[in-house]
């Protein structure tokens, strides 16, 4: 039965009982701060619960899409690892609000699990638990349901406190609450598996084999500050049946992602990266990411830094790093919507309507993501070479990761936890505070806010004029505080009546130049606006003093303000080009321009195109050589919109404008200071785009003798590449491809060389068993193995020794795994489970399994020679006997 049929099946049943089917509800919750995502089937009818809402009907069943990856609720680490965990999954669920109770509820999920017109599943692979103290639904199990006593089991106060337990539920620390009853189903009721684990209560209750497939909450009390239980006077239920767990059940499979939906979309991804379907558990991660990201983004949620936002860009980028892993350097993730709408599209259409949008968000955020990533794949590889015996990388590394490259602190983890390797959390926390410090400091230091400047405002020459002969200084400030006076060497913020420096403002920055009087020279590093229109020159006196109602000459760092006029005037020109490439939505997002670049951000939903950059590009170089005059004009606001003025910089209009036009190619509000025409910008070049948010680019570029040097660097790299690569300069691409080519081979024939080494391993390994009462008995403990590699090792061992008996062992992170087998013709003697248990006992665990391979795990790698160390005298003794 498919995941598709078993959904249908689950919510007709129900319908069959009086339910109302109810549509799966957002993954992001209507009016509830306090969740993140929707993380359960019963979200959507919390307040239906709680009595602040109503609805027509008593009964409902659903299948509720979840997400679990952020907040509390959070299993991202864990997907890749595991068999069960998930980023995204789906909740079947039924509900009663104040309908039926215990008797009815149980019945539900017994008919529907063991009914032979609907699941079918066979009672004897199932057991189940109640909590402690409820007799009632003990007694429904037990004497109308007819479980065995053997087989329901009490599950008591396992979690510290009154009422903790993993049977008894709550919403909160107060409201309502009450015990559950959950069923589970036996993997490998007859140990052919090897799937090792016990029933839920007892000491192995971790391992996989017992699964709990269904969970039924008994909402029978409101619990009180006071801790106090009072019984509600409508009881209530909520169940929940992961489709994920039952679908692996209906389908003879052990482990999620191993069912219908999983294996179409692990074998889309397999097929891009041109592996095998079973692999590497990286195809898992990308598998259960591309569903979450996927109807994450149907329901309104954008990859950004903060928020929901900020979630799903760590579960995309996430499976993006996995699929570096596999060899995908180039965007892939985006191509696996395509299997995913055809496989769950028939229960969630939009899906399908939405597939563009979902391919180009996806693919956006990966090309975004692309160049960061090999880049900081490399520091960390670096800092990783760097250990040596250590095993935690730095904090300033992780922090560098997570500053510089995008890095989220869990995806660094996420790499650690692969190599066995621990992070410094105190050292990046430190960073990390440094850096709020550092940007609180600059905001003070860059802003004047801060300043209680009271007097007149200054007046503004620096349109026409770069110099001021008779400014007068109105205030001088120290340290945010008014002085009268300031001496050699001493920083300040001095305020002129007029000024011909420009206060940064609408994306342009500040002017520098100096302040002068006599012997005195005060270095202006930047002009700030202070109070109500006042212009503070912020810097350093060098030389000399200065006091309040002094007269001083400013005069403009030329160079770097026609570098600056240079820059904005291009702002304007790309922001009317990319209008017209791109479409009338372009709309000014922020901005920066200085004296080496601008930067300018606008809403657009997708990267450009390399054609787009070109046609842009050309546009503003057309619009510079027409070498139009630039004209500014005042007039009121409203007039200037009429005229079809734009706002380019979003700056605080009052009802008289500044509106600056460039010919008829540009027309903006604009109160920055630009060249005279056109041409003085000289040579427009785009140096980068990028994204830097959901919908909002950035291009950056760069104009005059600064494209001209970019230029030049890029003609001196091209000579460097063809004299490294002994090519002309026609015909450097086709060595570039002849050389890859060659590059391609050798990783080939690299490969095939690795594929021997590794079998050869395995004729050493055999080398080393010993003979024990004429046993051959091979014990080992491996390096650089993980724990689901020792599998197929032990086989091909088992094949090379033909008969005799092998015990490996791998430890690293904290944990150690170990696998024992026995060929068929010694099991009499020796069997692999006793054989295992008793390694693992010594290492912090416990194992079990087939008379012929058994697993277990530790949690004391310390203890592991040791341990590997008893196995041949415990032999001996078996095969003495």
Not at 60 to 85: F, I, M, P, W
Not at 254 to 277: E, G, Q, R
Not at 571 to 591: C, D, I, M, P
Not at 827 to 841: F, S, Y
Request: proline share 3%.
């Amino acid at each position: 039965m498919n995941s598709n049929e078993l959904r249908a099946k689950f919510l007709s049943f129900f319908a069959q009982q009086g339910h109302t089917v109810v549509p799966s509800s957002p993954l992001v919750p209507g009016n509830d701060p306090t969740l993140l995502f929707t993380n359960a089937g019963m979200v959507q009818f919390k307040d239906v619960f709680t009595g602040r809402d109503k609805r027509p009907y008593t009964r409902a069943a659903s299948s509720q899409r979840c997400v679990r990856a952020g907040g509390k609720h959070n299993d991202l680490e864990n997907v890749g690892y595991t068999a069960r965990h998930h980023t995204f999954f789906e909740m079947l669920g039924n509900f009663s609000f104040g309908d039926y109770f215990k008797q009815d509820a149980i019945h539900f999920a017994w008919d529907f699990i063991t009914g032979k017109d609907w699941l079918g599943i066979d009672p004897q692979r199932l057991c189940v638990t109640v909590y402690q103290s409820d007799d009632e639904a003990y007694a429904i199990w037990n004497q109308q349901i007819g479980v065995p006593a053997d087989r329901i089991i009490r599950i008591g106060d396992n979690k510290g406190a009154p009422y903790a337990s993993d049977n008894f539920w709550s919403m909160g620390d107060t409201g309502p609450c009450g015990p559950c009853t959950e069923i589970f189903y036996d993997h490998d009721p007859d140990g052919s598996k090897g799937i090792w684990g016990g029933m839920p209560g007892s000491a192995e209750e971790d391992g996989d084999r017992w699964i709990e497939i269904w969970n039924v909450v008994f909402m029978q009390f409101e619990r009180s500050k006071d801790g106090s239980m009072e019984p509600l006077p409508k009881p209530s239920v909520d169940t929940g049946m992961g489709l994920e767990r039952i679908s692996a059940v209906l389908q003879g499979v052990h482990n999620n992602y191993d069912i219908d939906i999983f294996k179409t979309l692990i074998a889309a991804a397999a097929k891009l990266a041109k592996v095998a379907p079973n692999s590497s558990a990286s195809l898992k991660v990308i598998a259960d990411h591309i569903r979450s990201t996927s109807f994450l983004i149907c329901d309104g949620v954008m990859p950004s830094n903060e928020g929901r936002g900020y979630v799903l860009r760590r579960i995309m980028r996430r499976a993006i790093r996995h699929g570096y892993k596999l060899g995908l350097n180039e965007p892939f993730f985006y191509l696996l919507v395509a299997p995913l709408a055809e496989v769950m599209g028939e229960a969630y259409p939009e899906l399908r309507a939405k597939q563009a949008l979902l391919e180009k968000t996806i693919k956006g955020e990966e090309e975004s993501f692309a160049i960061t990533l090999d880049k900081g794949m490399k520091l960390l590889e670096e800092a990783i070479a760097k250990l040596g015996g250590d095993k935690t990388i730095p904090g300033d590394v992780v922090f560098k990761l997570y500053d510089t490259y995008g890095f989220p602190f869990d995806l660094t983890a996420d790499i650690a936890r692969e190599r066995e390797l621990q992070l410094d959390e105190a050292g990046y926390d430190k960073e990390m505070e440094a850096q709020r410090t550092r940007a609180r400091a600059a905001s003070k230091f860059g802003g004047g806010d801060d300043l209680k400047h009271e007097g007149e405002a200054s007046t503004f020459h620096g349109y026409d004029a770069l110099t001021h002969e008779k400014a007068k200084i109105t205030a001088i400030y120290r340290d945010g505080k008014a002085v009268a006076s300031l001496s050699a060497g001493f920083d300040a913020v001095i305020v002129l009546d007029q000024t011909p420096f420009y206060a940064e403002g609408g994306g342009q920055v500040g002017d520098r130049g100096t302040l002068s009087s006599g012997d005195s020279r005060f270095e202006v590093l930047d002009t700030i606006k202070v109070g109500s229109g006042g212009y503070g020159h912020r810097g350093k006196l060098e030389a000399g003093t200065l006091s309040t109602g002094q007269i001083v000459s400013a005069a403009v760092d030329e160079a770097l303000r026609h570098a600056i006029q240079r820059n904005h005037s291009a702002t304007h020109l790309l922001h009317r080009a990319l209008r017209e490439v791109l479409g009338e939505h372009v709309a000014q997002k922020g901005s920066l321009v200085d004296e080496t670049r601008t930067r300018f951000d606008f809403s657009h939903g997708a990267p450009l195109s390399a054609d787009e950059i070109k046609n842009i590009e050309q546009r503003v170089n057309r619009a510079v050589l027409a070498n139009v005059p630039v004209g500014a004009t005042l007039m009121k606001y409203d007039q200037a919109i009429e005229s079809g003025a734009m706002a380019l910089f979003g700056e605080k209009y009052g009802d008289e404008v500044r509106v600056l036009a460039m010919g008829d190619y540009s027309t903006e509000l604009c109160g920055g200071t630009h060249v005279t025409r056109t041409g003085d910008i000289g040579l427009f070049k785009i140096t980068s785009e990028s994204g830097v948010a959901a919908g909002v680019r950035r291009v950056e570029a760069i104009t005059g003798e600064n494209a001209l040097a970019y230029v030049g660097g890029l003609e001196a790299k091209y000579k460097q590449a063809a004299d490294l690569v002994r090519a002309g300069r026609d015909d450097l691409a086709d060595k570039i491809e002849q050389l890859l080519d060659r590059s391609r081979q050798l990783e080939k024939e690299l490969s095939a060389l690795k594929g021997k080494l590794a079998s050869a391993a395995g004729t050493d390994l055999v080398t080393q068993a010993k003979d024990i009462a004429g046993t051959k008995l091979l014990v080992s403990k491996l390096e650089g193995v993980e724990g689901n590699e020792l599998r197929t090792l032990l086989d091909q061992l088992k094949n090379k020794l033909g008969s005799g008996i092998v015990v490996l062992g791998a430890a690293g992170a904290g944990k150690v795994s170990l696998i024992a087998g026995v060929t068929a013709d010694l099991t009499a003697k020796v069997k692999a489970g006793e054989l295992v248990n008793l390694v693992a006992q010594q290492v912090g665990g416990k194992g079990g399994g087939r008379p012929d391979m058994a697993q277990a795990g530790g949690t004391q790698p310390e203890h592991l020679d040791t341990a590997l160390a008893s196995v041949e005298a415990w032999v001996a003794t078996k095969l003495g006997n």
